[in-house]
Nanobody, 111 residues
Framework: QVQLAESGGGLVQPGGSLRLSCAAS????????VGWYRQAPGKQRDLVAT???????NYADPVKGRFTISRDNAKNTMYLQMNSLKPEDTAVYFC?????WGKGTLVTVSS
């Protein structure tokens, strides 16, 4: 069974950067639109960004110009480069491939 595993979360000061990774254990990765979502405490899970199999990205308005999604199909891995982080970016970040979800990685932006 294909599994997803996120990594790279942590505590960062406002204005800082983090890079999240999501590795898929199987080979289906390259055929899917993949994406990152986030869920802040007490809120619903929201889209952050998606990227097509050929690398066309799409971003939610709150992260445009600050976050960059990318993928490496040969490594079955996707990334989320997050720059100029704000306290409101604090959330658990989940990767998604088709109907599969990772367990999430916590990003905390605080001074």
């Amino acid at each position: 069974q294909v599994q997803l595993a996120e990594s790279g979360g942590g505590l960062v000061q406002p204005g800082g950067s983090l890079r999240l990774s999501c590795a898929a254990s199987g080979s289906i990765f390259r055929f899917y639109v993949v994406g990152w979502y986030r869920q802040a405490p007490g809120k619903q899970r929201d889209l952050v960004a998606t990227i097509t199999p050929v690398g066309n990205p799409n971003y939610a308005d709150p992260v445009k110009g600050r976050f960059t999604i990318s993928r490496d199909n040969a490594k079955n891995t996707m990334y989320l480069q997050m720059n100029s982080l704000k306290p409101e970016d604090t959330a658990v970040y989940f990767c998604n491939v088709g109907t599969l979800w990772g367990k999430g990685t916590l990003v905390t932006v605080s001074s």
